[in-house]
């Protein structure tokens, strides 16, 4: 599994970004997709995230200024960052856990939760500046 994060750099407050995640070796469809993000010194935490069907979840800090969307057909998640703030300053990171067994059991949840999830990209910066 790999994942490539890009989209990341360098703008003011109230700007925007918006961040890609590709993703090879995986049935990309039957996947959870999440963006996380950590900044210095603090722990990392959940941003956004998107279940196979397009189901989405925020965290409380984003809603209404991020939007994760989902193009199965390019491997490809995206998280459309406005209205950013200094506070939005981290390494963000894309991650992935398939909602299907190899059994074919189909498990509906997927928690906004690190620890959740099981292959991760290498993060792309994000820094903005007041």
């Known amino acids: 599994v790999q994942l490539v994060e890009s989209g990341g750099g360098s703008v003011q407050s109230g700007g925007s970004l918006r961040l890609s995640c590709e993703a090879s070796g995986i049935t990309y469809r039957y996947y959870c997709i999440g963006w996380f993000r950590q900044a210095p010194g603090k722990e990392r935490e959940g941003v956004a995230r998107?279940?196979?069907?397009?189901?989405?979840q925020y965290a409380d800090s984003v809603k209404g200024r991020f939007t994760i969307s989902r193009d199965n057909a390019k491997n490809t998640l995206y998280l459309q960052m406005s209205s950013l703030k200094p506070e939005d300053t981290a390494t963000y990171y894309c991650a992935v856990v398939s909602q299907y067994s190899r059994g074919g059991f189909y498990n509906p949840i997927c928690p906004l939760e690190s620890g959740y999830f099981l292959h991760w990209g290498q993060g792309t910066q994000v820094t903005v500046s007041s």
């Open positions: 998107i279940t196979h069907d397009s189901s989405t």
